[in-house]
């Protein structure tokens, strides 16, 4: 069990730098997603920890070791790939005793974790299979056991689920939480699902362009963002951004002034801010309510029904769409006029810099 | 409609592919038919396709030259060269592959910019540095110069093979802890090894097929059988008759081997190309 820490690392290539110090302490036992969207350089940074990518700049320290030059086999981790890098000449058996071998470890003692880490996966049938004889769910749990063997300090996982069809990865990632739950290693999880982040993480760092946007719990991330990045890239379907002109506020609250001429009075504080600033207003579909009549009425323009839940697009008079998540059976049709209600609770302001306005009180399950 | 089009088009290529193959094939073809004729037969015109065939050239051919010391000096050459040759281009060819740098690509077309260059544009200083390293007549001195000219062909080949073998696959050995070495001789070794072999194979066939440098740089202790084909060539006239025979004999073994190896090399040949 170990701590991970980043002391404002950089990565540059050629003369493009792409991590741009990024430092951050990861506790033990702790799992932390890196999440972001493509090209942010989650998998870089990753790739930086494991040392497969050279560090240009800054500190990495396991367990209070500086590895930045330490070969990536001695730095105590175990890393799954996307592709699951199994070796496909050798059966599943050789491919997890690969390392315990060069490690140097003895026959008889290769022979016994190899064995109780294939039960745990159960993967004892298979271990005289090459790879190229196993289904995609399979391989992905060879290659997992084939970073359990080793014992590491650290397990990274660099987006291990995405090639795996839906349902397969659903049920790999209550695996994946329980297995950590189960061995208590530190670790550091790579992916562009949001869905995966939320659910497996203690710990979100959302990167964007090699710059760390937030770090926080999932529920953190979900009820404060930082800005509107953030705001935006946690959630789905995403949270529903419309403008509006700041009028002034004190310690319990904020007024903003929709287009309709509608007064909006959010509990969120706004140090410093001028009236008439024009900022923007956000809330999650989730929390935007149906009315069949009153105020900021539009019309239906697509519904989706899921089942459990229908997802209901309204187009405003000023001709932005917002999505509004209601429950099953609602019986509104397209066409058809309807009024939306903005819990001011679950309203966020953005300055027009991006950054989100603190809120006057913390969600309970975001303290 | 498409199907008939494609049909007639799969006839017409077939019948293209064998007719190369066949005027290809035409002249080893007449050289083996050759040999089995006397030397009067072989240069009556017009050329005979019925006649008795003779084992006669063979003999004389036998008699004349000790095919077998031509014989091992070209496997001496072809195999200690293309041994050489896989040694140094899988290291340099791993680099290229897993470690490029800047300059990679044009180290590449320059390495095989050399095989541009006409052989004899380096006759004079290649013979002299072999006179004074006491190279002259020797396998050593053939089978490094062929090693050399093989060389940049070789290191292209291996580093497309190589490129093919996904780099996750080379840094999860290292992850596992294996070092450099470990990395290339436990992981991408074992799975690269068909396009090594069907590379070896190519150098095996260049170095069996070489004839400026073995005929400039041997003259008998180490003479192979490009050597051995040139003697028969030259003096009292030509008799074809025996030349075709020594021509069969020398080229016999390495046909054979291609035969056998066909698929290996095609499918070298041709990896990547149509993946």
Same mark, same amino acid.
């Given at each position: 069990?170990?701590?991970?820490?980043?002391?404002?690392?950089?990565?540059?290539?050629?003369?493009?730098?792409?991590?741009?110090? %990024?430092?951050?302490?990861?506790?033990?036992?702790?799992?932390?997603?890196?999440?972001?969207?493509?090209?942010?350089?989650?998998?870089?940074?990753?790739?930086?920890?494991?040392?497969?990518?050279?560090?240009?700049?800054?500190?990495?320290?396991?367990?209070?070791?500086?590895?930045?030059?330490?070969?990536?086999?001695?730095?105590?981790?175990?890393?799954?790939?996307?592709?699951?890098?199994?070796?496909?000449?050798?059966?599943?058996?050789?491919?997890?005793?690969?390392?315990?071998?060069?490690?140097?470890?003895?026959?008889?003692?290769?022979?016994?974790?190899?064995?109780?880490?294939?039960?745990?996966?159960?993967?004892?049938?298979?271990?005289?299979?090459?790879?190229?004889?196993?289904?995609?769910?399979?391989?992905?749990?060879?290659? %997992?056991?084939?970073?359990?063997?080793?014992?590491?300090?650290?397990?990274?996982?660099?987006? =291990?689920?995405?090639?795996?069809?839906?349902?397969?990865?659903?049920?790999?990632?209550?695996?994946?939480?329980?297995?950590?739950?189960?061995?208590?290693?530190?670790?550091?999880?790579?992916?562009?699902?949001?869905?995966?982040?939320?659910?497996?993480?203690?710990?979100?760092?959302?990167?964007?362009?090699?710059?760390?946007?937030?770090?926080?719990?999932?529920?953190?991330?979900?009820?404060? =963002?930082?800005?509107?990045?953030?705001?935006?890239?946690?959630?789905?379907?995403?949270?529903?951004?419309?403008?509006?002109?700041?009028?002034?506020?004190?310690?319990?609250?904020?007024?903003?002034?929709?287009?309709?001429?509608?007064?909006?009075?959010?509990?969120?504080?706004?140090?410093?801010?001028? =009236?008439?600033?024009?900022?923007?207003?956000?809330?999650?579909?989730?929390?935007?309510?149906?009315?069949?009549?009153?105020?900021?009425?539009?019309?239906?323009?697509?519904?989706?029904?899921?089942?459990?839940?229908?997802?209901?697009?309204?187009?405003?008079?000023?001709?932005?769409?917002?999505?509004?998540?209601?429950?099953?059976?609602?019986?509104?049709?397209?066409?058809?006029?309807?009024?939306?209600?903005?819990?001011?609770?679950?309203?966020?302001?953005?300055?027009?810099?991006?950054?989100?306005?603190?809120?006057?009180?913390?969600?309970?399950?975001?303290? | 409609?498409?199907?008939?089009?494609?049909?007639?088009?799969?006839?017409?290529?077939?019948?293209?592919?064998?007719?190369?193959?066949?005027?290809?094939?035409?002249?080893?073809?007449?050289?083996?038919?050759?040999?089995?004729?006397?030397?009067?037969?072989?240069?009556?015109? @017009?050329?005979?396709?019925?006649?008795?065939?003779?084992?006669?050239?063979?003999?004389?051919?036998?008699?004349?030259?000790?095919?077998?010391?031509?014989?091992?000096?070209?496997?001496?050459?072809?195999?200690?060269?293309?041994?050489?040759?896989?040694?140094?281009?899988?290291?340099?060819?791993?680099?290229?592959?897993?470690?490029?740098?800047?300059?990679?690509?044009?180290?590449?077309?320059?390495?095989?910019?050399?095989?541009?260059?006409?052989?004899?544009?380096?006759?004079?200083?290649?013979?002299?540095?072999?006179?004074?390293?006491?190279?002259?007549?020797?396998?050593?001195?053939?089978?490094?110069?062929?090693?050399?000219?093989?060389?940049?062909?070789?290191?292209?080949?291996?580093?497309?093979?190589?490129?093919?073998? @996904?780099? #996750?696959?080379?840094?999860?050995?290292?992850?596992?802890?294996?070092?450099?070495?470990?990395?290339?001789?436990?992981?991408?070794?074992?799975?690269?090894?068909?396009?090594?072999?069907?590379?070896?194979?190519?150098?095996?066939?260049?170095?069996?097929?070489?004839?400026?440098?073995?005929?400039?740089?041997?003259?008998?202790?180490?003479? #192979?059988?490009?050597?051995?084909?040139?003697?028969?060539?030259? #003096?009292?006239?030509?008799?074809?008759?025996?030349?075709?025979?020594?021509?069969?004999?020398?080229?016999?073994?390495?046909?054979?081997?291609?035969?056998?190896?066909?698929?290996?090399?095609?499918?070298?040949?041709?990896?990547?190309?149509?993946?």
């Amino acid at each position: 069990m170990a701590t991970v820490e980043l002391k404002n690392l950089r990565k540059t290539y050629l003369t493009e730098e792409i991590i741009k110090g %990024i430092s951050l302490s990861i506790e033990e036992r702790e799992f932390v997603v890196f999440v972001g969207p493509s090209g942010c350089g989650k998998s870089t940074l990753l790739r930086m920890i494991a040392g497969l990518e050279d560090i240009t700049s800054g500190d990495l320290l396991i367990d209070g070791q500086r590895v930045n030059d330490v070969e990536p086999g001695k730095r105590g981790l175990a890393m799954v790939f996307q592709s699951y890098a199994l070796y496909p000449h050798m059966d599943v058996y050789k491919n997890m005793e690969f390392g315990l071998k060069l490690a140097g470890m003895p026959e008889a003692e290769r022979r016994a974790k190899i064995e109780h880490v294939a039960r745990t996966l159960q993967l004892e049938p298979y271990l005289h299979h090459k790879p190229g004889q196993l289904s995609g769910g399979q391989r992905q749990r060879v290659a %997992i056991g084939r970073a359990i063997v080793r014992n590491p300090k650290v397990f990274l996982f660099d987006e =291990p689920l995405s090639n795996l069809d839906a349902a397969l990865r659903g049920q790999m990632r209550v695996e994946l939480s329980a297995l950590h739950r189960k061995l208590g290693a530190t670790t550091i999880y790579v992916t562009h699902d949001q869905v995966e982040a939320m659910t497996m993480a203690d710990k979100i760092v959302v990167l964007q362009k090699g710059v760390v946007e937030q770090i926080g719990s999932p529920l953190e991330l979900y009820h404060h =963002p930082r800005n509107l990045f953030v705001a935006r890239f946690i959630g789905s379907p995403p949270m529903n951004f419309f403008s509006a002109i700041f009028q002034g506020g004190d310690a319990a609250g904020s007024s903003v002034q929709l287009r309709d001429g509608s007064t909006l009075h959010v509990p969120v504080t706004s140090p410093g801010l001028l =009236p008439g600033t024009k900022v923007t207003v956000g809330i999650r579909p989730e929390h935007v309510e149906l009315a069949s009549s009153g105020p900021n009425s539009g019309v239906v323009e697509v519904i989706e029904r899921l089942g459990a839940i229908t997802l209901v697009h309204v187009r405003m008079p000023d001709g932005e769409i917002i999505v509004v998540q209601t429950d099953g059976a609602v019986l509104t049709d397209v066409e058809t006029r309807v009024s939306l209600t903005l819990p001011p609770r679950n309203c966020h302001l953005f300055a027009p810099d991006g950054l989100a306005f603190e809120a006057c009180h913390r969600h309970p399950l975001a303290a | 409609m498409a199907l008939k089009t494609k049909t007639s088009t799969r006839i017409g290529v077939t019948i293209l592919a064998w007719g190369i193959a066949l005027w290809l094939f035409f002249p080893i073809f007449w050289m083996i038919l050759t040999s089995f004729k006397s030397d009067v037969q072989a240069i009556s015109s @017009p050329p005979k396709l019925v006649f008795m065939p003779t084992l006669s050239s063979y003999a004389e051919v036998f008699e004349r030259a000790s095919y077998w010391h031509f014989a091992l000096n070209t496997m001496i050459v072809s195999v200690g060269a293309t041994a050489i040759a896989i040694a140094l281009a899988v290291p340099a060819a791993y680099s290229m592959a897993f470690m490029p740098s800047k300059r990679t690509r044009s180290t590449l077309l320059w390495m095989l910019s050399t095989r541009m260059l006409p052989p004899v544009g380096v006759l004079v200083p290649i013979y002299l540095l072999a006179r004074n390293t006491h190279l002259l007549d020797t396998c050593t001195g053939l089978a490094i110069v062929d090693m050399l000219t093989n060389l940049p062909i070789i290191v292209w080949m291996l580093y497309t093979f190589f490129r093919e073998v @996904p780099a #996750p696959i080379l840094e999860a050995g290292r992850m596992d802890g294996a070092t450099r070495w470990q990395e290339m001789t436990m992981v991408l070794l074992p799975l690269a090894l068909p396009g090594i072999a069907s590379t070896a194979l190519l150098s095996l066939i260049l170095c069996w097929n070489e004839a400026f440098w073995s005929l400039n740089l041997t003259s008998s202790n180490a003479a #192979p059988l490009t050597a051995f084909i040139a003697s028969f060539s030259s #003096p009292e006239g030509l008799f074809f008759g025996k030349l075709s025979a020594a021509s069969t004999l020398a080229v016999a073994p390495i046909l054979i081997f291609g035969w056998i190896s066909q698929k290996q090399l095609v499918r070298g040949l041709t990896f990547g190309a149509v993946k």
